[in-house]
Every structure is written in C-alpha cells, then in structure tokens.
C-alpha cells in the first residue's frame, strides 16, 4: 500500500484508517461544513477528498485535542483558507486560545479542589479507623 502522502486524492476509507476515525465521524465532519469533497458516482454517493481536506480534517482533530468545540474549530480553518491578511485570524485564533485556557485553568482549580476534599476526607476516616482499631485490641 502506497503512503497516504503519495495520493492526489483520498477515499474516506484512506482518511478513516489514517486518522483512525469511523467514516461516520468523517461524515459528521462533512455535515459540520469542515470538509467538502467531491461527490462521484452514482448518484454521487462516492466521496473524493482532496490534500486540502485531508488538512483540515488534520487541523480538525487537532482542535478537538485542544479540546475546542467543532464551531470553533471551523472558523478558525476556514480563516486560514482565505487570501486575507493574517492579522486578523491570528488575533481571532489567539482569543479563543485564551478562552478555553481559561477555562481549563478554571476546571483545574476545581479539580484541585476536589483532591484536597477528598485528601482531607481520606486523612479523616484513617484516624477514625485507627481509633476503632485502637477500641478493639483494647476490647
């Protein structure tokens, strides 16, 4: 099997086993408006995917990991298939960078905060049971 680099054009089979997604995930990616492949075929029900969908499905999984939501993920690449100064993109890029750090940092805290519960409540019920322990031996 050739690499899937070789390729001028991919099937959704090629990007599903490259990616290691499901044809439906690829699918609802296309429904989502980020990919647009060509449609062959009887009644075009042949998907044809080019280098520059196979990008962005590439820049799409990367946003998930970031853990952005699809919209966001969206506009951002579809942002950086326009001619347009990058200016603007970069500093949309960068806002919503910052938002979902944000975020995160804020889920951290949390979590943060649960551990320390959990820790005290942990610290809590070992004395309560070396106390019962204690009760016994002297029993």
């Known amino acids: 099997m050739a690499a899937p680099h070789s390729h001028t ?19 609802f990616y296309e429904d989502m408006g980020l990919l647009r492949p060509e449609r062959t075929g009887p009644g075009g029900r042949n998907r044809t995917y080019t280098p520059r969908d196979r990008t962005r499905l590439k820049l799409t999984l990367r946003a998930k990991r970031l853990g952005l939501s699809l919209t966001e993920a969206k506009d951002i690449i579809d942002m950086y298939d326009s ?39 942990e610290k809590e019920a070992r004395a309560l049971l070396a106390r019962v322990d204690k009760e016994k031996v002297r029993a």
Request: hydrophobic share 35%; no cysteine.
């Open 83 to 121: 001619p347009r100064d990058t200016g603007p993109q970069l500093r949309k890029f960068l806002t919503i960078l910052a938002q979902h750090r944000l975020q995160l940092e804020e889920q951290m805290a949390e979590l943060q905060a649960n551990l320390d519960e959990v820790r005290t409540h």
């Open 9 to 27: 054009t991919y099937t959704i089979g090629d990007l599903a086993r490259e990616f290691d997604l499901t044809t439906r995930a690829i699918r």
